[in-house]
C-alpha cells in the first residue's frame, strides 16, 4: 500500500464540478472564478465534455498508475498516450454501455484511438492552464498535509485503522476493505498487486476507485482540509517582507490570495500596469510568483516559497 498525489484525479472531478452549472459549498469561490474561464476556452463543448459525463464512469485511461509519490501532470499524460489501443477501446465501450452512446469526438477516438489521443492531451494541458495551475500550489498543500497525516496514522495505529477511516463508505474488517454501494466484489488475483490511496480535493462527494489489472488498484478519497481550502488566509504583517522585496512587491504578492492578472492587480493597488508588470516580472524570476496563460491575458499566482514566506511574517 502506498500514497499517491495525482494531476489527472484532480483534473476529471474538477472539471465534472466546473460544467455541472450547480454551485458548490466548499469550491465555490473557485467555480465563480474558473467557469468563466473555461466557457470562453470552449472546453465545456470540446473533448473533456464527452469524456467525462455529468455522473457515472469515467474512461480508467484518463488515469493512469502514478510512477511515484508525485507523478507531474507531464508524467500522466505520458501515461495517457502510452495506453492500449484495446484498453481505450474498452474503456469507451463501458462508457457507451453506461451513457446509451458516445459523442462524435469518441466515436472517431474509438475507431483510431492513437491518431485522437494527442487532441485530448492537448485539451487537457489547456484546462489545466486555466483552472488548475494557478491555483495548484495551495491544493497540492492540503495534499501533502493528507498525506503525512494518513501516513503517520498508519504508522501509530496500523493500516487497518488508516483505511476504516478514510470514507463513511470505507470499512475495514475481517482482513477485507469493504466499499459500500459497490457493485462488484475484487479480489486481490483479479484486482492487481497491492493498493495506490490518492488524496483528491475535488473528490468530495465519496471515493472512487480505478482497477485495471495487472495494475494495483487506485482509490481516490476526500482529503483532509479540502473545507477550507479558498478560505481567505488571515492578513500578515508584512512589514518585514517589505524591508526586503519593496513595499509595491510585497503588496502584489499579499493581493494575490487569489490568481490574478497584471490589469487586475493594477486596478486594486493603484499602482501603474507598466509598474505591475516590472514587478510580478522580478517575482517571477525569483521564484515567488508563477505565470499561466488564460486566453488572451496571464494570471499570476503566488507559489509556495511567497506563501511560506508571508506566514512566516505573520504575527
Known amino acids: 500500500m ?31 472564478q ?23 464512469y469515467v474512461p480508467d485511461f484518463l488515469n493512469p498508475a502514478p510512477s511515484g509519490p508525485a507523478p507531474t501532470l507531464a508524467d500522466e499524460l505520458a501515461g495517457i498516450m502510452a495506453a492500449p489501443d484495446d484498453r481505450v477501446r474498452g474503456d469507451l465501450d463501458r462508457l457507451r454501455e453506461e451513457q446509451g452512446r458516445l459523442g462524435p469526438r ?32 495551495r ?31 470505507l470499512s475495514w474488517d475481517d482482513n477485507a476493505l469493504r466499499l459500500a454501494y459497490r457493485q462488484r466484489t475484487l479480489s486481490r488475483k483479479t484486482a492487481g498487486t497491492g493498493l495506490v490511496l490518492i488524496p483528491s480535493v475535488f473528490t468530495s462527494r465519496g471515493p472512487f476507485t480505478r482497477v485495471t489489472p495487472p495494475e494495483p488498484p487506485q482509490l481516490a478519497y476526500p482529503a483532509r482540509g479540502t473545507g477550507g481550502l479558498w478560505r481567505p488566509r488571515a492578513a500578515t504583517r508584512t512589514e518585514a ?18 490568481p490574478a492578472s497584471t490589469t487586475e492587480l493594477a486596478r486594486r493597488t493603484g ?34 516559497v511567497a506563501d511560506s514566506l508571508l506566514a512566516g511574517a505573520a504575527p
Do not use: C, K, N
Open 2 to 32: 502506498r500514497f499517491a498525489v495525482s494531476p489527472m484525479w484532480e483534473v476529471g472531478p474538477s472539471f465534472r464540478l466546473i460544467v455541472s452549472g450547480s454551485a458548490h459549498p466548499v469550491h465555490r469561490p473557485w467555480i465563480e
Open 34 to 56: 474558473v467557469r468563466p474561464r473555461v466557457a470562453a476556452a470552449g472546453l465545456d463543448r470540446g473533448w473533456l465534455s464527452e469524456l467525462i459525463p455529468p455522473s457515472g
Open 106 to 137: 469518441l466515436r472517431g477516438l474509438h475507431a483510431d484511438p492513437r491518431a485522437r489521443r494527442q487532441r485530448i492531451v492537448e485539451e487537457i494541458e489547456t484546462y489545466w492552464e486555466l483552472a488548475l495551475a494557478p491555483y495548484w500550489a
Open 139 to 169: 491544493i497540492r498543500a492540503v495534499l501533502d498535509a493528507d498525506v503525512f497525516h494518513r501516513a503517520r496514522q498508519s504508522a501509530e495505529q496500523g493500516p487497518g485503522h488508516l483505511l476504516d477511516g478514510l470514507h463513511p463508505s
Open 241 to 258: 517582507v517589505a524591508g526586503v522585496l519593496g513595499r509595491s512587491r510585497t503588496r502584489l504578492l499579499a493581493e494575490l490570495d487569489t
Open 271 to 304: 499602482l501603474s500596469p507598466s509598474g505591475v508588470s516590472q514587478y510580478l516580472t522580478a517575482l517571477r524570476d525569483a521564484g515567488l510568483v508563477s505565470a499561466h496563460r488564460a486566453g488572451r491575458s496571464v494570471l499570476y499566482a503566488r507559489t509556495s
